[in-house]
């Protein structure tokens, strides 16, 4: 996991240290400041270095960055130099960027750091190798494609315009489908039978058709368990809730991403809106007038679909995520919504076991509790008085 960044010459100006363990919610961390001194450029700074995207951490004007992972530190060095491209003529001179990289490792005791070197040139918007990785495994490959980064930017609702958005319907509905499969298919319990299977038998019936009432107000639903737990029979009683308690527990996270996302939506209260979560059509807004109205994403205010938006791409997107970096979360934010925010990252955060980074301009996002911040303006100007 990513646990602190080092920046000297940001713009040729600035120096920082962001550090997502000083927070006194370790790993979630907001960074504050002005407009103009790179908070949004730290955060596709830290992106491309996850994507591997050499070009763009070539175009970046910084001298040098430091990313201390809990395996390894990697430090990046930007040189500029400038040629003149023919002295008799009026074509004018270019810029020359060497960006080069070095891969440390941290050790455990009495083992010796490793160490990979390559360099790269970018001129004429052109980005070439010059010299390769001194060693046979790439281990910047191997650290990123356990370290995956997630990064909501500030046009994000200008973003993701192809065939497939994260934020529609029907991902929440393809979603609740391998939900629904997942589920059956770990409704068949191994291991040991319980030595006295009757013991607490009633509040265990109790507990499972709660969930099974809060998955069928989803869609999603299990009728001969439904009809198993209501028998009078013990012995089908029982089986039926091993069956059940089997499959929670495989799918509790996906579960779990799924009651946050609801629950959050309906702590944001969208006016005068009733929330539907179903198999077949993912979500959908029903309007609390005579007709009940059923509105389209696209029928949504930007600050409701902002709100969708980033609940969606924080807790539906299906791959492992180390590191969360989000850009002015409160855009179209109403202020109750700002105010809302930090209890429920924080909750997203637990889930999603991840260290996040925000970058933004409003107080009430963190709920003006500074313990969690950075703020590149103050940083700047105590370095300056240094």
């Given at each position: 996991?990513?646990?602190?960044?080092?920046?000297?010459?940001?713009?040729?100006?600035?120096?920082y240290?962001?550090?997502?363990?000083?927070?006194?919610?370790?790993g979630?961390?907001?960074?504050?400041?002005?407009?103009?001194?790179?908070?949004?450029?730290?955060?596709?700074?830290?992106?491309?270095?996850?994507?591997?995207?050499?070009?763009?951490?070539?175009t970046?004007?910084?001298?040098?960055?430091?990313?201390?992972?809990?395996?390894?530190?990697?430090?990046?060095?930007?040189?500029?130099?400038?040629?003149?491209?023919?002295?008799?003529?009026?074509?004018?001179?270019?810029?020359?960027?060497?960006?080069?990289?070095?891969?440390?490792?941290?050790p455990?005791?009495?083992?010796?750091?490793?160490?990979?070197?390559?360099?790269?040139?970018?001129?004429?918007?052109?980005?070439?190798?010059?010299?390769?990785?001194?060693?046979?495994?790439?281990?910047?490959?191997?650290?990123?494609?356990?370290?995956?980064?997630?990064?909501?930017?500030?046009?994000?609702?200008?973003?993701?315009?192809?065939?497939?958005?994260?934020?529609?319907?029907e991902?929440?509905?393809?979603y609740?489908?391998?939900?629904?499969?997942?589920?059956?298919?770990?409704?068949?319990?191994?291991?040991?039978?319980?030595?006295?299977?009757?013991?607490?038998?009633?509040?265990?019936?109790?507990?499972?058709?709660?969930?099974?009432?809060?998955?069928e107000?989803?869609?999603?639903?299990?009728?001969?368990?439904?009809e198993?737990?209501?028998?009078?029979?013990?012995?089908?009683?029982?089986?039926?809730?091993?069956?059940?308690?089997?499959?929670?527990?495989?799918?509790?996270?996906?579960?779990?991403?799924?009651?946050?996302?609801?629950?959050?939506?309906?702590?944001?209260?969208?006016?005068?809106?009733?929330?539907?979560?179903?198999?077949?059509?993912?979500?959908?807004?029903?309007?609390?007038?005579?007709?009940?109205?059923?509105?389209?994403?696209?029928?949504?205010?930007?600050?409701?679909?902002?709100?969708?938006?980033?609940?969606?791409?924080?807790?539906?997107?299906?791959?492992?995520?180390?590191?969360?970096?989000?850009?002015?979360?409160?855009?179209?934010?109403?202020?109750?919504?700002?105010?809302?925010?930090?209890?429920?990252?924080?909750?997203?955060?637990?889930?999603?076991?991840?260290?996040?980074?925000?970058a933004?301009?409003?107080?009430?996002?963190?709920?003006?509790?500074?313990?969690?911040t950075?703020?590149?303006?103050?940083?700047?100007?105590?370095?300056?008085?240094?």
């Amino acid at each position: 996991m990513l646990n602190k960044v080092q920046i000297v010459g940001l713009f040729g100006m600035y120096d920082y240290t962001v550090d997502l363990q000083q927070s006194s919610t370790k790993g979630l961390l907001f960074m504050t400041g002005p407009n103009g001194m790179g908070k949004s450029t730290i955060l596709r700074l830290v992106y491309a270095l996850y994507n591997k995207d050499f070009t763009t951490l070539s175009t970046i004007d910084f001298r040098e960055a430091h990313f201390v992972f809990d395996a390894c530190t990697i430090k990046l060095e930007r040189t500029k130099t400038v040629e003149l491209v023919d002295e008799k003529s009026d074509v004018p001179s270019r810029e020359v960027i060497t960006l080069s990289y070095n891969y440390t490792s941290h050790p455990k005791e009495e083992e010796e750091p490793f160490t990979e070197e390559c360099s790269w040139i970018y001129t004429d918007k052109q980005l070439k190798k010059s010299t390769a990785p001194n060693a046979h495994t790439n281990s910047m490959d191997l650290l990123m494609e356990s370290e995956k980064c997630l990064y909501i930017a500030d046009n994000r609702l200008s973003q993701n315009t192809g065939d497939e958005v994260i934020y529609s319907p029907e991902h929440l509905q393809q979603y609740i489908e391998k939900l629904k499969v997942k589920l059956t298919d770990s409704m068949i319990p191994v291991g040991v039978v319980e030595s006295s299977p009757f013991t607490g038998l009633e509040k265990r019936k109790e507990e499972v058709q709660k969930q099974l009432g809060y998955l069928e107000s989803c869609g999603i639903e299990f009728p001969s368990q439904k009809e198993s737990l209501s028998s009078a029979s013990p012995d089908v009683v029982w089986h039926a809730c091993r069956c059940c308690e089997h499959a929670f527990g495989k799918c509790s996270e996906d579960i779990e991403k799924l009651r946050l996302f609801r629950e959050i939506l309906e702590d944001s209260r969208f006016i005068d809106k009733d929330l539907e979560l179903s198999m077949r059509r993912g979500y959908r807004f029903i309007s609390k007038n005579e007709d009940r109205t059923i509105l389209s994403y696209n029928m949504l205010s930007s600050g409701e679909r902002h709100m969708i938006m980033q609940l969606m791409m924080l807790l539906i997107s299906p791959q492992k995520i180390s590191l969360v970096l989000i850009d002015e979360p409160e855009i179209s934010f109403h202020l109750m919504w700002q105010m809302q925010y930090l209890k429920h990252i924080i909750k997203i955060q637990e889930l999603r076991k991840c260290a996040i980074l925000v970058a933004t301009h409003s107080t009430q996002i963190f709920d003006s509790d500074f313990s969690l911040t950075t703020d590149l303006w103050r940083q700047h100007r105590d370095k300056r008085e240094e």
